[in-house]
């Protein structure tokens, strides 16, 4: 493990090239074609076995160590969003309209640099390593399910992420046992009213007022209908009715999302939503249409390997803390591969210097303090290691005592 860390160490300054160029270089999701290129490319040159195009336009490849063992996968994902760079770095995105705004680009060159450092000691390697290059994970219905279908789970005993977080401090190791992000549905509405002239409402069903009620009586579901000590959320993110200012609306399309962690409540509040959309429209007389889509389930963190997880983290010196963290209301694909294999997936405080130029995920000047992917790098790969090694399950006194 010694040996690991100072490896990546030596790797570091070539980790920040990589996430530079691709932070130069972004492609949308389900969009990226020189991207998934130069991974499988800088993986063929350390020798591994490289499949791509799988689920789309993932990238799988495979070390094999000398000898046999055991099968961790790792993941990462390289789209990015369409967002315009505001950002004044050299390294400013060229493409116009597109970003890394999430940390994608260094969640790459991350677990490049761990393939790379764990290459160089194959010959004392138990087992192999997937590493699983994804695409697309911020656009439903997300690259995970497509490559898991494709085989990049075959053979895999446990897997391993990483979110390189930008809203918490440099330094810290987040994780959490159980539910750790939640599910993301979303859902449009069409309100079909009768519109009408806007000094005669009598003879209108004005969808405008129509909708309003129902943003209002939505915000009852999370308020009356969820368990206060179970998590959820109902948003509203678009209400479209442009007309003239003498108009009323013959229609509105709403679109919003619903966030939850238990599928019970999830199945709960898309009853309840139809059903209050329905009582609103019929007392109004009007007529609506939705469309519900279900996306990516809870991210539900197992046990044995979380704890593992912040065990090890201990053992990375410039992580200087490890906690365990909240539930976070965003989606994340990597839900998918923890349905399958067990695993555990967590955050890397990853924050600029400049407290005060922090800016959230998906912001046109959202950065990060590049020196959060060493410390992704150190903690992926000696969780590698430990598994490999032995797989030693972990107490919640051991992280505490290490973490001291």
């Known amino acids: 493990m010694m040996k690991i860390k100072a490896v990546l160490e030596n790797l570091y300054d070539e980790m920040v090239e990589v996430r530079r160029h691709l932070h130069m270089n972004p492609e949308l999701s389900f969009e990226e074609v020189e991207t998934p290129k130069f991974i499988a490319e800088y993986h063929r040159n350390l020798g591994h076995e490289v499949r791509e195009q799988v689920g789309g336009r993932g990238v799988v490849a495979i070390l094999n160590g000398a000898k046999p063992g055991k099968t961790v996968g790792l993941r990462a994902d390289f789209d990015a969003l369409p967002i315009q760079e505001q950002n004044d770095v050299d390294y400013k995105s060229k493409v116009d309209g597109v970003m890394h705004a999430c940390g994608h680009d260094g969640h790459t060159a991350t677990l490049l640099g761990v393939a790379k450092a764990l290459n160089s000691i194959k010959d004392e390697l138990e087992g192999r390593v997937v590493f699983i290059h994804q695409h697309a994970e911020e656009m439903q219905p997300g690259g995970a399910i497509a490559m898991i279908e494709d085989g990049c789970l075959e053979g895999v005993d446990v897997i391993y992420g990483t979110h390189l977080w930008a809203t918490e401090k440099l330094g810290e190791i987040l994780y959490k046992e159980g539910p750790l992000t939640a599910a993301a549905d979303r859902f449009e509405l069409v309100i079909q009213g009768k519109g009408g002239h806007g000094a005669q409402p009598h003879l209108t069903k004005d969808s405008i007022v129509i909708a309003s009620q129902v943003v209002v009586n939505l915000q009852q579901l999370v308020s009356r209908r969820v368990d206060p000590l179970d998590q959820a959320v109902v948003s509203i993110g678009s209400f479209d009715a442009t007309n003239a200012f003498n108009v009323i609306a013959d229609k509105v399309v ?11 409540v999830q199945q709960m509040i898309k009853e309840e939503l139809e059903r209050i959309i329905k009582g609103t429209c019929l007392a109004a007389d009007a007529d609506y249409t939705l469309n519900y889509v279900d996306g990516y389930p809870a991210t539900i963190n197992h046990a044995k390997e979380t704890l593992q997880l912040a065990n090890v983290a201990t053992q990375v010196e410039e992580a200087t803390t490890i906690r365990e963290y ?21 955050f890397t405080g990853a924050m600029v210097e400049d407290e005060a130029n922090a800016y959230p995920h998906h912001h046109p000047k959202f950065n990060f303090d590049e020196r959060a992917m060493l410390i992704a790098a150190k903690t992926l790969a000696l969780v590698t290691l430990d598994f490999l090694e032995g797989n030693k399950t972990s107490t919640r006194e051991e992280i505490a005592q290490g973490n001291s």
């Open 326 to 346: 909240k539930e976070q209301m965003g989606g994340e694909d990597f839900s998918y591969y923890l349905e399958h294999v067990p695993g555990t997936f967590f």
């Open 254 to 264: 709403l679109k919003g999302t619903v966030r939850t962690f238990k599928k019970e």
